[in-house]
């Protein structure tokens, strides 16, 4: 329950599951990187050539739904693990990029568009 776990939880369930395994020697940061990289491209591969409508269908349907949670979850371990393998308070460093956000894209400016903000 996302209400009830926290990031640091999450990431203790991550250690404990490769420390089990002995994956250490794996998990470099390059090797990591790889692994957010190629399990979200996983995860793009379910959306690939299907129309928005598709897309919100896939999500309504239980097996479409799981396979979705599962690739979401892979990308999230993998964020865990670097995090947790290089002491990256993802709690702290997730705010001062929202506020490092928020000063590019001001609402007067980027409300309803989807531009970059050296574009606004």
């Known amino acids: 329950m996302d209400q009830q776990t926290t990031v640091l939880e999450l990431r203790q369930i ?6 089990e395994r002995d994956w250490e020697q794996f998990h470099g940061a390059k090797d990591l990187a790889i692994g957010v990289s190629t399990e979200a491209a996983e ?8 129309s ?7 999500l309504r349907e239980p097996d ?20 947790d ?3 990256i308070d ?3 460093a997730f705010r001062r990029k929202m ?3 928020a000063q590019r894209y001001p609402v007067d400016k980027s409300k309803g568009s989807n531009r970059k903000y050296s574009e606004l």
């Open 14 to 19: 991550v250690r404990a599951f490769c420390d």
């Open 43 to 50: 995860l793009l591969e379910h959306f690939r050539f299907r």
């Open 52 to 58: 928005d409508a598709e897309c919100e269908t896939l």
């Open 64 to 83: 479409g739904r799981q396979e979705i949670e599962h690739e979401l979850v892979d990308v999230l371990f993998f964020v865990l693990r670097f995090a």
């Open 85 to 87: 393998r290089y002491g």
């Open 90 to 92: 993802l709690d702290d």
């Open 99 to 101: 506020s490092r956000n």
